[in-house]
């Protein structure tokens, strides 16, 4: 029984009445009579807010989602009553219509208001849903399932999917990174080295949906199963036209298509199904610390349209999950409403949606970074959930290594020169085999065994000796120079009654930029990390002029490997280019091992081991990133199924607790 209830708050003309279930009617001990109510959701009253933004695409005027807020109400509030039926989430849009035809409105999926979460609904079925059981037929294959595929859009060096497939792995699902795009060439190459099995291509995403469009058209005039079509069209071949007479057509099924002319060598093999399109539209748009950023039309920001490309890419090529992140912001700036964009846009095409916030910190890292992650899942699928943490985000005394390396060292592998000798170390040392990384195909791929990267970014001659000036202690930077005082105010300025020292280029010791910087009252210029911290988020710059990035006991910046590792990137992990890109790829990417759990979720999920299960988080097992299980597991990989399961057991109890 289904009622429309009259809007209670925030009643407006316009604006249409509320709708829910009422569940039960009771007299309150005021005498006054009542009804309890469970709510459905239109998509403008759930998260997504005001679908009237998107014009790019809209949702199903009889679409609501049924969630599970309840309360009392006034029994006057109830207008009339409406038809609502429950509709099977698999079916596709026009049988959707046929089977709610004599409805008013019709759900498919629940709404799950704290986890901004839509999800299938596994109870609640009723007879006319149209829902039918070949889901069972599905959940087999699935289940069985131990290889899938990933598409890696705006790919950076490979964060995201390389987390991924770690995580996954260790949940027994093999995900092979099958293609990658991204148009920066430095990027890029750093992502063929560390996947050279992976088709990544050099351009721009919109290029290559571009090409993804073309395709289809080719595949829709051209794919026949018989060759006794005459109304075929001529075939464009180098801009000729072939006019491909009766029985002349022979494709059955396009398997492969090149893009541009003969001199680019690159092709696309798009030979079997993306199951997982990951991917980081950029967003420099959105980021806080953009002073341009368009507040009003958030959209319309040419940084900000890689969202609409991206689901665009995901309506066209309809992958099994989707996986995006994106900056805090996106759920900040203009009331969020890029981050709504992208729920609305994967709710509208159908898909299970969960969207929510993950701190890197909390999965073993001295870093904090907060990312927004959006999960989708086709109705045939499990949704993932999101990993609980593994760690505290605060570190206390956690030492990270003391290399000696000066300001010029060049060198781009050096040996290590001590012991690993924290879990960290050891953990982030772990070979590609140990840490089954798949992406040389089959556990192979050099293991490295160097130092990569240990380099920073050389300090000028200038910056150089007011880096040696700052003094090693917690909580140093430019104030502790000569001659700067700090009002009462918390403004830094220079002493007024001493001559300002210079250095021996005759530049003030104390740049201006830096008494500046925020009026003054930043701590950040020329700022020493130490010991014990955290650091806030990982940059994609390192100069020292307005970011905390000294190292805590030497005359320099932190280098591109300490900046990799603050992200949890192995140390067999190689960067490209020239150095200031090698930071760049670095603090572009998504934490390693936030996507590592996040691959582990999904591998779950996609074997539908959680499926039905009412948790919202899943925990991660134990063992998951504690080094000595980490080596039985790559062992138990190489040697027969049966000791691999003894071995496995035997170590199981080799495995911590995971909380520290
Ligand atoms: N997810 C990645 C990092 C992505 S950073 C990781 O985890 O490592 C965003 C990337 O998008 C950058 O590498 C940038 O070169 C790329 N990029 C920006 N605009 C692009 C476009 N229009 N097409 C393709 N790549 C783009």
Redesign the pocket.
Known sequence: MTWRVRRMRNAGENLPDYIGRITEFFEGVDGRRYFACRWFFRPQDTVISNTKLFKDHTHDPKRVFLSDERNDNDLDCIVSKVKIIQVDPKLDQEAKAQVAADADLYFDMSYTVPYSTFENITLDINENSGISFDAEANSESDAAATKATIL??????????TGLCLGAVIAGLQIETRWA????TN?WESFKYNHPITEVRN????DFLLLLQEWSVLCDKYIHKHNDDASASPLKVGGEEHELGKGKLVIDKLTAICYGGAKREKCIYFKGDVDVLC????CQGLSGNNRHRKCDKPLDDDKNR?IV?FMDIVSFLKPKYVLM?NVADILKLNGGSVGRYALSRLVALNYQSRMGLMVAGCYGLPQFRMRMFLWGALPTMVLPKYPLPTHDVVVHGGAPSAFSVSNDETADETMYSVKAETEFQRYIRLSRKEMLDYSFGDNKGPSEGMLLDHRPLKLNKDDYERVKQIPHQKGANFRNLTGVKVGQDNVAYMDPTVKPPCLESGKPLVPYYALSFMHGKSLKPFGRLWWDETVPTVFTRAEPHNQIILHPDQARVLTVRENARLQGFPDYYRMYGPIKERYM?VG???AVPV?RALGYALAQAFQRKTEGNNNLMIVLPGSFSDVAMMRVRARASSSGAEAAAKELEGASYLSSSGNN
């Open positions: 890696d859009l705006y790919s950076g060096c490979g964060g995201m999917s795009v991204d148009l920066n990027a351009e721009k995403v919109e991917g980081g539209p950029p890689q490309t992140e790829q572009n990417a998504v996507a």
